[in-house]
């Protein structure tokens, strides 16, 4: 297992060095100079723009500005953003808290009902359930996110008037961050009422990042238990007389759990893409909201900073997730 | 589910009601988040609104609702016969505000003025660079490095400002948030704790409101001073809850969870008209919309061409196709709502026959051309993409073959300045401070024609530009505006614009709001806002 661990973790650092590279290219390609963004319709003197750009180090040859870039990197400092002023991971830090606590409950969701779903599907095949589950997956995996969100918003929130429209707890709750998650802090903070807000603030942006991911894990959860429900251990299990439930859920399911998971994990990465529009509409301030702010004004630290501490944990939910395979599956971890 | 959500709901409701009933809490949907709380180095309305605005003050202030300068930390002011050296008399028992690690000593005085325009205009200045990487870039883009020579302190209560030259805008130069006072005796304790970058986190002003805490992106909140100098606020809590998006700031005004919503979607005024709980103000902008000739390019160096081009343009569908009625059209570079505009100009009418015959009477035949439509949207140009279309179709119909080309926003700005640029640009104006020379020196001068400027015409006039440089020194607001309408005649007459609209400002509110007052300059300010109980 030792061994298994550190051939991963040997592996994340060409990776790691590759996405540095790609994070700093990235909005460097973009077209568009952060100094004349600042400067809007106004304009600034070619003078004044050689100043500035001189004091932000965005005169030098490029490969410099990169080894600049790695070698503040390597002692810990991610840079000041341009337009804030502020470092970088102050920021990451101060909103990162956010999106995790909707992307936990986005993925909880997606998973709690995603995977009995598929289940479900799967064994009653061709069923009206598993017609009407597959259908609405196949709809929620094409569904517009910022416009699904913003129907969400009008009918539950605006018509019937269930939930509040966006924010993450009600504006009379004041008390301190503790933790940055809004769920716990509420709870800390002894304030009545406080955490009942915090929970019902939750629920439509986490159903709507939710969406997609739930409708990718229940058909993949379909797809995996019929495949394992025609193995032959699973007809030999049946044909010992087992009960169907503990075929199904022994046998069957924690075989058929091995591409889920791996889905689970890959569904990172497009929880972040999808936070970036759910944050938008729900006013949630959390990373996806800052990176896209960002990115239009070519801030390129935080571009270039934002995309590597993102993608530094996505690689380490990735670990985790082969680390989760080892559990399920021994066989993975001898090989 | 449907049981547990309404009691949900009940719970905040009722905790809203009894929260609000305690004390009056205004909450304002801001439409993004700003930069930081030292109004000085930031250039973005959205900052000004959370800075400056609501937690300082400035030697001269902009009387609510309009553009005209009036006292503000300074009670008086003498000017100099020849224009160059200003002394201000300051106001007297003016108390900063306090948070929990700062109570100030003393109230209000001149080494609070020096201070806040030397860290701006001095580059050796302590204060300077107190965040690494941080510029005055307002303080810069007025020019008032080259302007001003000096500010010293008289006595306490007396500061005098030398200018280099004559400059009558000055005074509403420093009616603008940049030139916001902060106070020396926090920004010295902060340097005594080694924490100088508090001066942007945690603000201390003499404003009608107290700066209480920011949560990045998401809530800003503060309290009413109630030791405001001037009338204090009727609110007792001031609530920024930001939110992005348009649609979803209306749902949460039409939801009760905010009081007052900036910039709606022009598809929502409707709505918003219709709903009896909301009730809308608008007032005309202070902006302008242009297309703008490269005028040292043939044909279009030739005045009665791009009087022809103008001619051949219909306005009227533009204002209704893209501002969807919510603008008026525009006859003049500077909008109705700002002193010297000229009414007695009269606009170019829109007459395809007759601009067909002046561009053959030119010997402009066969004529190819590109119209730049600027990638995003702005107060004064909600859709250029749509309106170079119209533009297109019109041209088309006087035998002129337009292009529509566009870049990303930094590269468009930059490309657009290029001297032999291609094509007439669509661009337009938002002013600062209501001066006509920030309109008209900024956009059309011969000095602003160089690069590094903004006037996209490349329109070098000389006698229009000697008198913006007559007005300029002149502190005379009648001869001023004299001089004014004279410049505005000579600019019709060329044509270098085609003038396109000045669109109309709305702000959505719950009916319970009173006493909110629309500034001309797109300013948000509360401090005389109150609540119907």
Request: glycine share 8%; net charge negative; aromatic share 10%.
């Amino acid at each position: 297992m030792v061994r298994f661990l550190l051939s991963k973790l040997l592996y994340l650092i060409p990776t790691f060095l590759g996405i540095t590279i790609v994070a700093f290219g990235f909005v460097r390609i973009l077209p568009g100079d952060p100094v004349l963004l600042m400067a809007g319709e106004r304009g600034v003197s070619p003078e004044r723009h050689a100043e500035l750009s001189a004091q932000l180090g965005f005169d030098k040859p490029v490969v410099m500005q990169y080894f600049d870039f790695l070698g503040r990197l390597l002692q810990g400092d991610l840079g000041n953003s341009l337009v804030t002023k502020k470092p970088v991971l102050t920021e990451f830090l101060a909103l990162f808290p956010a999106t995790v606590e909707l992307g936990l409950c986005a993925i909880l969701i997606a998973t709690l009902i995603g995977v009995p779903v598929g289940v479900l599907a799967a064994i009653k095949r061709g069923s009206w359930f598993d017609q009407i589950s597959m259908t609405s997956a196949l709809v929620g995996f094409s569904m517009p996110i910022f416009w699904w969100g913003l129907l969400l918003i009008i009918f539950f929130s605006g018509f019937l008037g269930w939930t509040p429209v966006s924010g993450r707890i009600s504006l009379m709750y004041y008390f301190p961050q503790v933790t940055g998650f809004m769920l716990i802090d509420s709870l800390i903070s002894g304030q009545e009422g406080a955490f009942t807000s915090a929970v019902s603030h939750l629920i439509l942006p986490s159903v709507v990042l939710a969406t997609i991911p739930l409708a990718v894990i229940a058909r993949q959860t379909r797809s995996a238990m019929l495949e394992v429900m025609g193995e032959d251990y699973v007809r030999t299990a049946r044909a010992k007389g087992m009960p169907r439930r503990r075929v199904i859920g022994v046998h069957a399911l924690r075989n058929a759990m091995i591409p889920v998971v791996t889905t689970i994990g890959l569904q990172i990465g497009v929880l972040i893409a999808g936070a970036i529009l759910t944050e938008t509409i729900f006013s949630w301030p959390g990373i996806g909201k800052w990176m896209i702010d960002s990115i239009s004004r070519r801030d390129y630290p935080v571009v270039q900073s934002g995309l590597l501490l993102i993608a530094g944990m996505v690689m380490v939910v990735n670990l985790l997730v082969d680390l989760t395979y080892g559990l399920i599956n021994p066989r993975i971890r001898a090989s | 589910m449907k049981y547990l959500s309404h009691g949900l709901l009940a719970v905040s409701a009722l905790a809203l009601t009894t929260a609000f009933a305690e004390a009056k809490t205004f909450v304002y949907c801001s439409e993004a988040s700003p930069e930081g709380f030292d109004p000085s180095p930031y250039t973005s309305g959205t900052t000004f609104d959370a800075s400056g605005h609501p937690i300082y003050n400035r030697l001269t202030e902009f009387k609510k609702g309009t553009t005209e300068v009036e006292p503000g930390l300074a009670e008086s002011w003498e000017v100099s016969e020849d224009g160059t050296e200003y002394t201000f008399k300051l106001r007297q028992g003016v108390k900063f505000h306090s948070n929990d690690r700062f109570t100030p000593t003393r109230d209000f005085n001149a080494d609070d003025v020096v201070f806040s325009f030397q860290r701006q205009g001095d580059p050796n200045h302590p204060w300077h660079q107190y965040i690494p990487g941080i510029t005055y870039e307002y303080y810069t883009s007025m020019d008032m490095p080259n302007l001003v020579k000096s500010v010293e302190k008289v006595d306490d209560y007396t500061v005098k400002f030398t200018l280099n030259q004559p400059e009558a805008p000055f005074l509403a130069n420093i009616a603008m948030p940049f030139a916001s006072i902060v106070s020396k005796e926090y920004a010295d304790a902060l340097e005594a704790a080694g924490t100088k970058e508090d001066l942007n986190n945690t603000p201390i002003g003499t404003g009608p409101f107290r700066f209480v805490a920011y949560q990045k992106d998401a809530v800003i909140r503060y309290q009413k001073n109630a030791d405001y100098w001037g009338e204090a606020p009727k609110i007792d809590d001031l609530i920024f809850a930001i939110t992005p998006d348009s649609s979803v700031r209306l749902q949460k005004l039409k939801a009760g969870e905010c009081h007052l919503m900036p910039y709606p979607s022009p598809a929502d005024l409707e709505s918003i008209k219709a709903d009896d709980s909301l009730k809308l103000d608008e007032q005309p902008g202070l902006n302008v919309g242009y297309l703008a000739y490269n005028t040292t390019v043939a044909p279009f160096d030739n005045p009665k061409v791009r009087k022809a081009l103008n001619m051949a343009i219909n306005k009227e569908a533009i204002i209704q196709g893209v501002f969807q009625g919510a603008a008026e059209p525009a006859k003049n570079p500077i909008p109705p709502t700002m002193w010297s505009y000229n009414d007695a100009v009269q606009d170019d009418p829109y007459d395809p026959e007759a601009a067909k015959a002046m561009l053959e009477a030119e010997g402009v035949t066969n004529l190819s051309m590109n119209i730049w439509a600027m990638p995003v949207q702005r107060p004064y140009m909600p859709n250029a993409r749509r309106t170079a279309e119209l533009m297109q179709e019109d041209l088309s119909k006087v035998g002129v073959n337009a292009q529509i080309v566009s870049y990303e926003w930094g590269e468009y700005l930059s490309k657009s300045m290029e001297p032999g640029r291609d094509g007439a640009v669509i661009l337009g104006w938002t002013g600062d401070n209501g001066d006509p020379d920030n309109f008209l020196s900024v956009l059309l001068s011969c000095d602003s024609a160089k690069e590094g400027g903004a006037n996209r015409a490349f329109w070098c006039n000389e006698e229009f530009s000697d008198l913006l440089q007559q007005a300029k020194v002149t502190s005379d607001q009648a001869e001023r505006t004299k001089l004014y309408e004279q410049a505005q005649v000579i600019f019709k007459d060329q044509a270098p614009w085609l003038t396109i609209a000045h669109s109309t400002q709305y702000v959505p509110m719950r009916s319970e709001v009173s006493g909110f007052v629309m500034s001309p300059l797109g300013d948000f300010t509360f401090e005389t806002v109150d609540l119907a109980e």
